[in-house]
């Protein structure tokens, strides 16, 4: 196999060159009428926004969550999740079908977009008529029959989200970060103060069906603009026949994707009922919503980089691993912090109510540091066009899901989230060897700087559960957390200075925008 490459400094590393945006083909600066910039002010611009749009849109999602749980309680809150779980199914074929087909196009052209754009359209009414047709069934599914006509604003949700997938997928071809964050910023806010109005005045499930609706109608309100670009060509079956390669295989993924995370949430409902979906459903909001953030925000900036590097593994190797370092030395300490400090989490911020969510919680921390750990591998599936080795990962996943969950409910030993666990662990195995052949990297390439950064986590979460049963025993709450938080920070950059330095001078220099 090949050794691997010796990796390029972060700006770099992370930064397309200037043949990449000077090619209006390939969705250049010149041709989204950004003005010319330089590459350190770009790659700033970039990860500030990026960063923005994670955290700005985390932050009012985490809000959201904890206010919603607080006044709805474990069973309300599962029951509207669920049904909002149903609606995530069609919002992500609406809107992500061509995603991936677009932002990897070499040619794309006005045919393109708009036959992508009609394509998405007709999916997002689809499914919003087989919410309509089938509302009293859903609602009724869930023990809500009172939800019908929810069930029914909800499914109007998908229509926005065919208004907005090309236009979200043209910008994030042509680079515009800034645009993507203020988008996403923009409908949390309103989304958020929307669902604290509906619960002060009293409207119960009522505000996140409202909350919902209104972030949609955000969405398509900023994108307006952009809206024209996306009705300039024809809808023609030569750009249709372009996309659908890479669109088969992305909603096929997407499918068994929606299956392995949303849909075996209904089998949770029936298996251990409400009160235990919505123990699982407040790690799902909470802790998943940062790692899905991560995820996308990690995407919008590497993807289409990775596109322009289909045909030099080389430089793909130096982007993954450079990515795959930083964005495990960003994260890794948060999912492990909030392990961590879960009890006082729930303590300040749930009601008693809550208690119990303590072991959900956890466990949504343990899976999302193994994926975050391989978040960038179906990355370079897709950008090598080789969606199929994303599926079958999928696939392992699902799978393992399934076995596992049956194990549980049958021997009673363990809970939803321990399957949850369970089959990301499965997924990263089926995903080293993959990744490995796709880009002729050695495997234990792949681990060496991660397990550097993984033992300075490790040092970080000892260090403060140490303190927290001994200094902090007698503290409330409130006072632990002051204290756990900042220690924890200096302990973990002490030791990723000690254990992986490239990696810290990598965060610092994001942290500087630099």
């Known amino acids: 196999m090949t050794s691997q490459t010796p990796p390029l400094p972060y700006d770099a590393s992370l930064a397309p060159s200037d043949r990449d945006r000077s090619d209006p083909r390939r969705g250049s600066v010149a041709a989204s009428g950004l003005p010319a910039m330089s590459d350190a002010r770009r ?9 923005l749009e994670g955290a700005g849109s985390t932050g009012l999602a985490v809000v959201s969550t904890v206010i919603v749980a607080r006044l709805l309680g474990p069973s309300d809150f599962g029951v509207i999740m669920s049904i909002y779980t149903l609606v995530q199914v069609g919002s992500y074929f609406a809107e992500n079908t061509f995603n991936d087909a677009i932002v990897r196009q070499k040619d794309l052209d006005d045919d393109h977009a708009t036959t992508a754009y009609a394509a998405s359209i007709a999916m997002g009414v689809t499914f919003a008529a087989i919410f309509a047709a089938a509302h009293g069934w859903i609602a009724s599914f869930f023990g809500a ?13 998908l229509i926005l989200n065919g208004l907005c997938s090309v236009p ?17 910023v923009y409908a949390r806010i309103a989304s958020t103060l929307t669902v604290v109005v509906g619960l002060m005045l009293g409207w119960g499930v009522w505000a996140v069906v409202v909350q919902n609706l209104i972030g949609g109608i955000v969405y398509v309100a900023y994108l307006l603009p952009l809206m024209r670009r996306t009705t300039r060509g024809r809808v023609t079956r030569a750009a249709l026949l372009d996309l659908l390669p890479v669109s088969i295989f992305t ?35 909470t802790v998943d919503v940062f790692s899905t953030m991560l995820l996308n925000g990690s995407k919008q900036l590497i993807y289409r980089r990775m596109a322009m590097r289909q045909g030099d593994l080389a430089g793909m190797r130096t982007l993954y691993l450079a990515a795959t370092q930083l964005g495990a030395g960003i994260a890794l300490p948060v999912f492990a912090g909030i392990y961590v400090c879960t009890p006082q989490i729930v303590t300040v911020f749930l009601q008693p109510q809550w208690a119990g969510a303590v072991d ?18 179906g990355l370079v599936f897709a950008s090598l066009g080789r969606a199929q080795l994303s599926l079958t990962v999928t696939t392992g996943r699902l799978l393992a899901f399934l076995g596992a969950l049956f194990v549980i409910y049958v ?28 880009i002729k990297l050695r495997t234990r390439d792949q681990f060496t700087g991660l397990l550097r950064i993984l033992a300075a986590v490790v040092i970080m979460a000892a260090s403060v559960l140490w303190l927290q049963r001994t200094a902090l025993a007698e503290l409330s709450a409130v006072r632990s957390l002051a204290v756990m938080v900042p220690t924890g920070v200096v302990i973990y950059g002490v030791a990723l200075a000690l254990a992986a330095p490239r990696t810290l001078r990598r965060i610092w220099s994001l942290a500087r925008g630099r």
């Open 168 to 184: 979200m997928s043209l910008l994030r071809r042509d680079l515009r970060f800034r645009d993507l964050a203020l988008r996403t």
């Open 251 to 285: 909603s096929t993924n997407m499918l068994v994707a929606v299956i392995a995370q949303r849909v075996f949430l209904v089998l949770i409902s029936v298996l251990f009922g409400p009160l235990a979906l919505g123990l699982y459903m407040i790690g799902l909001r």
């Open 43 to 51: 790659k700033r611009s970039d990860l500030l926004w990026s960063v």
């Open 145 to 157: 029959p009172g939800l019908g006509a929810a069930v029914v604003i909800a499914g109007l949700t």
């Open 360 to 377: 959900s919680i956890r466990g949504f921390c343990i899976a999302s540091i193994i994926t975050t750990a391989r978040m960038f591998d």
């Open 411 to 438: 021997s009673g030993v363990g809970s939803p989230v321990d399957a949850l666990v369970a089959c990301s662990i499965v997924a990263s195995a089926i995903s080293v060897p993959f990744v490995a052949g796709a």
